[in-house]
């Protein structure tokens, strides 16, 4: 997708949008404007409406009101409107794009990635909708005994900035395909594509009003949207330290969360692995998106006999790479979302080169735009290992043995992926069983999504997976036991 030539398009964002929220409809917004920015150049594209306490308490009541309704629906005409999503995902591609790569700071080709596996995720999620909701169980007794799905109610969904089309439509789909209606806060950063364009392609597609709201927001108007009493499941993405808060409020009233947190990823790299292919697979790894995924190669663990060639190798890479404007020039990294973000990873890199990390390649920006950067002679004590960084730094340390890999791997709490880079795939499948993160990918780097496979994390990077088929109606459901009598039992008294 070449954005160079391309003017910026409007064909689904109207004027109706602009200081609104979508409850049911597009509405002015209670709680004032906010601006939208292209983050690579500061200019505005957008006014958003930010959401008030009245407005969350609006769309969860309105959510409530349309949800048994939609819940009555056939599962196969949901699924139909799923399949509709889907087809206008693919036509409206190009404009979608272009506010995913201003909106974010994205490069070109991370936007049809997002828009096209939300397309496969509807599909896919489309088809369980045909798939049996429940069991007909054995019984002790004659009767007949049956457990069944049965819609949760009012989904709430709170999304980040980072990946925000792909990571609204992966938890509002298979809410919406289970009979659910659903309330998003996307977050104020990138309110059109992680939020306006949903509600508008939902809209086209057949989705009843009230079924789907968005209401732009801050943490106050997600602290709203969880302790709403009209919500009954929080779906969240984001940072530890905000879903730590979250899964406290929810649990306080006994709501269903999903949380997917953040990660500190480690890619293992033994002393067999091809290097030009793991170079290649790690640098991506840890440079994607500025590093700004919760599933980034945030650690290099290198063997110690291959350390030295490895790190020249990924600084080589890392040189060769180009930062800018992603609408308005061919580079491989956009810019750091903005400046808060971006002074946190000099901070940690600055720190680190203080306390005695060697800067290989980058170690400078200018202004949001990050060079991607190569360290060595990290140390476990160094807060550039562990903590999440959501920067394009790349820390090497080495290990000497297996079991050496396996306890750096396992040195922090956060516990998402791990990529194992060897020939030696007895050895791989070792490590895979010892490592603590929901997921293993061997011979590959760590940002990595299907549709087909659970996503989610251990420890402090989430409360389980989610994504893929069955896992996704059970995460969206809960199950009912229905026994049936022919004639009323007798009791004892």
């Avoid at 392609?201 to 709403?228: C, Q, R, S, Y």
């Avoid at 899964?247 to 999903?258: N, S």
Wanted: with cysteine.
């Amino acid at each position: 997708m070449t954005k160079q030539d391309v003017s910026f398009a409007r064909e689904l964002v109207d004027d109706e949008m602009a200081g609104s929220v979508y409850v049911g409809r597009f509405r002015r917004a209670g709680g004032g404007m906010v601006s939208v920015t292209d983050k690579a150049t500061g200019e505005m594209l957008f006014t958003s409406g930010e959401a008030s306490s009245e407005d969350v308490a609006d769309a969860c009541r309105t959510a409530k009101q349309a949800q048994e309704q939609w819940a009555q629906k056939p599962p196969v005409e949901r699924g139909d409107i799923l399949r509709k999503f889907a087809q206008l995902c693919e036509v409206h591609a190009d404009e979608i794009g272009q506010w995913i790569i201003r909106e974010t700071g994205s490069i070109p080709p991370k936007a049809p990635f997002e828009i096209m596996t939300s397309a496969r995720e509807a599909i896919e999620i489309a088809g369980t909708t045909g798939q049996p909701v429940g069991h007909i169980l054995a019984s002790a007794l004659a009767r007949k005994s049956y457990a069944r799905r049965v819609p949760l109610g009012v989904v709430a969904v709170i999304t980040p900035w980072n990946s925000p089309f792909i990571l609204a439509a992966r938890a509002v789909l298979p809410a919406l395909a289970m009979g659910n209606a659903v309330v998003l806060k996307p977050d104020l950063q990138t309110p059109v594509c992680g939020g306006y364009l949903l509600a508008k392609l939902f809209e086209l597609a057949g989705v009843p009003e009230g079924v789907f709201n968005v209401i732009p927001g801050g943490g106050d108007v997600g602290a709203a949207l969880v302790d709403n009493p009209d919500v009954n499941m929080i779906s969240f993405t984001g940072s530890t330290a905000t879903g730590r808060k979250v899964g406290e409020a929810a649990g306080r009233d006994l709501k269903k969360v999903a949380l997917e947190l953040g990660g500190n990823n480690a890619a293992i790299v033994f002393e067999d692995a091809d290097l030009d292919g793991t170079v290649s697979a790690t640098a991506f790894g840890s440079f994607f998106h500025q590093g700004q995924i919760c599933f980034t190669v945030g650690r290099h663990l290198v063997h110690e006999a291959v350390a030295e060639e490895y790190a020249a190798k990924l600084a080589e890479k890392a040189r060769s790479l180009h930062v800018g404007n992603p609408f308005t020039q061919q580079v491989h990294l956009g810019p750091i979302i903005n400046e808060k973000q971006a002074a946190r990873a000099q901070k940690l890199l600055d720190d680190s080169v203080a306390a005695g990390a060697n800067v290989l390649a980058g170690g400078s920006r200018d202004g949001l735009n990050f060079r991607p950067t190569v360290l060595t002679a990290v140390t476990t004590q160094m807060g550039i290992y562990a903590d999440e960084i959501f920067g394009p730094i790349a820390p090497i340390v080495t290990f000497k043995t297996e079991d050496e890999a396996v306890a750096l791997a396992n040195g922090v709490p956060f516990g998402l992926a791990t990529a194992i880079f060897t020939r030696n795939q007895a050895r791989a499948m070792r490590i895979a069983d010892k490592v603590k993160t929901g997921i293993v990918h061997i011979n590959d780097q760590t940002v990595l999504h299907e549709v087909f496979g659970p996503i989610g994390g251990m420890g402090f990077s989430g409360n389980g997976a989610r994504s893929g088929g069955p896992s996704v109606m059970d995460e969206y459901s809960q199950w009912q036991w229905i026994t049936v009598n022919e004639e009323i039992p007798a009791y004892p008294f």
